[in-house]
């Protein structure tokens, strides 16, 4: 049951409908769910009363009746990370004194339950009574119970691996997005001339586009800017839902309910909604109502003369016009046709009177005290310091692993299971994917390098071919010692297949082998002779260059020195059996001119030194490549978790 992860449940493919009706119910592995979340409590449920649903995100509240009084159950919509940002609030207003509902911790210590891919919290059932809505006293309670929950909420810094909510930076955003769109209502109006509000739309759009761009240019040039770089902490956090049904009264006054939507903002973002939307309501700006409200909210939560400004300009924004009316851009012909009409209408009566209203609200900014806003670099803004008043316990606010993992982000989260710090927790996952993509680029890499090393031993392996087409050569003097330099493990195995000049000296008929390689019938040329000398002098440079060489190599180049003593002799006497001696055992490809034969070998020899610095050098250079390029490349980004 563990491995269901629960969707918004009244989502159907294509035109399918909706089975039951889902605000009444919830479907049966919910239920189940449910069941296990509450055995994680240390309490005994004998009833739970589906209280309200959202099928279309995700969420349901229940109220248990239990061994230890009534209590809520709610389970969170948003994703874990997401819901831990609010849970974290709930927790710290309690701490701080606020009339909110208090998380029942579960056996484990924590306060809330992972299950299903979301998050579940418990409280008791609070007896709450709905503000009244008929008097302005009803929404004076309401704005004073806000202004409680605003101070209280100063200070907050989330848990470790809360993912952060904040809309503090994003009001020139916003206003530049409705004058945006308001301008698309515009066009959507000519679009569909023929639709019932286009005319009317048409007749005042310019207008309240008008009151946005003016609303933003204020924004700009007030204080903002320098209230928002006070950082988050410092104002605090917004409902974002405040009204008249997350704000009731109860036991000691007004109580603040359903936080899971909170984020950091300008507290009075808040009281600005609540305003408009109860103008909106009474069909009219009435200053009475609008100053009383305000006054109530100051009385909790003082103002001071740059929050009273921007609050002013806030209200000035077309806000209800665009919130009514964006509906056109969803189904055009049938709200154009149909509501957007009678709700243009009410807005536009209702907007009569909202310039007057907020004319005479701005002669009360003599009443509110200058605040202080010294501007902040952004560096210091974006460092947070936990609040004094609270300090996290990182294992009690951990959150679960991700279900899905590769095998490479197991063997990273075994790695690091030691690791108890929130951050560690989800950055696990990002490790996993950097260690997989650098651990691929390795493999890849000794693959290329296996690939070029078997290439370069055939290479060689086609060299030695080629080279023990004329071993028979090695025997003559001059041979020798122009192959002495060369590598020991090579000449140490041609010394083990070639005779050794003893054996070929004490056979009958040997020097005719040497006198094969001139042409038949020919003696040899002063050439022959004079390619002795410099070979001694190469052999010499050779042994000067190089006084650490291995003593076989230094006894095999004495050995090949020492025996051209002689060959003028044999060359001689050898000239007439040379004929008859067996032309078949020495290959054709030897034959030739002394002079050719000794370009031949020169150029084989300068391959095989370059050779021969080709393996050993880079090896070195390879093997520090490979080992220092994932390190390299940690910085790689690959998308994870969040």
């Known amino acids: 049951m563990e491995?269901?992860?629960?969707?918004?449940?009244?989502?159907?493919s294509g035109s399918e409908p909706t089975p039951v009706d889902w605000d009444m119910q919830v479907p049966p592995e919910i239920d189940a769910i449910a069941e296990l979340v509450m055995k994680q409590y240390d309490m005994t449920v004998s009833s739970r009363t589906l209280i309200t649903s959202k099928p279309d995100k995700g969420g349901a509240i229940w109220r248990i009746e239990t061994n230890k009084g009534p209590r809520s159950l709610k389970l969170l919509h948003r994703t874990p990370e997401r819901s831990l940002f609010s849970v974290g609030l709930q927790e710290y207003v309690v701490q701080q004194g606020a009339r909110v509902p208090a998380l029942i911790p579960a056996k484990d210590g924590k306060l809330f339950v992972e299950m299903g891919g979301k998050l579940w919290i418990v409280t008791d059932w609070i007896a709450l009574t709905p503000a009244t809505k008929v008097d302005l006293v009803g929404a004076q309670e309401l704005c004073y119970g806000l202004g409680e929950f605003h101070r209280h909420s100063k200070g907050y810094v989330p848990p470790f691996g809360a993912k952060n909510s904040s809309r503090l930076y994003r009001w020139p955003n916003y206003y530049q997005k409705i004058a945006k769109k308001?301008?698309?209502?515009?066009?959507?109006?000519?679009?569909?001339?023929?639709?019932v509000a286009s005319a009317s739309i048409l007749a005042v759009v310019d207008q309240y586009e008008r009151q946005a761009i003016e609303s933003l240019?204020?924004?700009?040039?007030?204080?903002?800017?320098?209230?928002?770089?006070?950082?988050e902490p410092y104002w605090g956090l917004v409902h974002q839902d405040y009204g008249w049904s997350n704000g009731q009264n109860g036991p000691g006054g007004l109580w603040?309910?359903?936080?899971?939507?909170?984020?950091?903002?300008?507290?009075?973002?808040?009281?600005?909604?609540?305003?408009?939307?109860?103008?909106?309501?009474?069909g009219v700006w009435d200053t009475t109502w609008m100053r009383g409200m305000i006054e109530a909210y100051h009385q909790a939560n003082p103002l001071d003369a740059e929050s009273f400004e921007v609050l002013?300009?806030?209200?000035?924004?077309?806000?209800?016009?665009?919130?009514?009316?964006?509906?056109?851009?969803?189904?055009?012909?049938?709200?154009?046709?149909t509501e957007a009409e009678a709700i243009l209408q009410r807005v536009?009566?209702?907007?009569?009177?909202?310039?007057?209203?907020?004319?005479?609200l701005a002669k009360d900014m003599s009443k509110y005290k200058p605040g202080s806003y010294e501007p902040k670099p952004v560096a210091v803004e974006a460092t947070r310091v936990p609040s004094e008043t609270k300090t996290w316990d990182q294992k009690s606010w951990g959150l679960q692993p991700q279900q899905k993992q590769s095998s490479e982000s197991v063997a990273s989260a075994v790695s690091e299971e030691n690791t108890e710090s929130m951050a560690g927790a989800v950055s696990k996952e990002k490790k996993a994917e950097s260690f997989k993509v650098v651990k691929k680029k390795a493999k890849e890499e000794t693959k290329q390098e296996a690939k070029a090393t078997d290439k370069k031993g055939k290479k060689e392996k086609q060299e030695q071919e080629a080279l023990s087409v004329v071993k028979p050569a090695k025997r003559v003097a001059v041979d020798s010692r122009e192959w002495a330099p060369e590598d020991s493990n090579r000449k140490k195995e041609e010394k083990e297949k070639a005779p050794s000049p003893q054996k070929a000296g004490g056979r009958k008929g040997t020097a005719s082998n040497v006198i094969q390689l001139q042409p038949s019938g020919k003696a040899p040329s002063n050439k022959a002779k004079q390619t002795v000398a410099?070979?001694?002098?190469?052999?010499?440079?050779?042994?000067?260059?190089?006084?650490?060489?291995?003593?076989?190599?230094?006894?095999?180049?004495?050995?090949?020195?020492?025996?051209?003593?002689?060959?003028?002799?044999?060359?001689?006497?050898?000239?007439?059996?040379a004929v008859k001696k067996p032309v078949k055992q020495t290959p054709k490809a030897a034959l030739g001119v002394p002079s050719a034969g000794n370009k031949t070998k020169r150029a084989a020899q300068s391959k095989s030194k370059h050779s021969f610095t080709k393996v050993a050098a880079p090896s070195k250079k390879m093997n520090n490549a490979v080992s220092g390029k994932p390190n390299a490349k940690k910085g790689v980004k690959t998308k994870g978790v969040r």
């Open 3 to 12: 491995q269901y992860l629960i969707v918004p449940w009244d989502t159907r």
């Open 348 to 360: 536009v009566a209702t907007d009569q009177s909202k310039a007057q209203a907020l004319a005479d």
């Open 534 to 577: 410099p070979a001694k002098k190469k052999a010499a440079a050779v042994a000067k260059a190089k006084p650490n060489a291995r003593k076989k190599s230094g006894a095999l180049a004495s050995k090949a020195v020492a025996k051209p003593a002689a060959l003028p002799k044999t060359k001689r006497k050898a000239v007439k059996p």
């Open 256 to 282: 603040v309910i359903d936080l899971d939507g909170v984020s950091y903002d300008l507290p009075f973002r808040d009281l600005r909604k609540l305003i408009t939307s109860t103008m909106d309501d009474m």
């Open 312 to 337: 002013l300009i806030d209200m000035a924004v077309p806000n209800e016009f665009y919130k009514h009316l964006k509906e056109m851009f969803f189904d055009p012909i049938t709200f154009l046709n």
């Open 217 to 231: 240019e204020r924004l700009k040039a007030s204080a903002y800017p320098r209230m928002a770089s006070m950082g």
């Open 182 to 195: 308001i301008g698309w209502m515009r066009e959507m109006a000519k679009a569909y001339r023929d639709t």
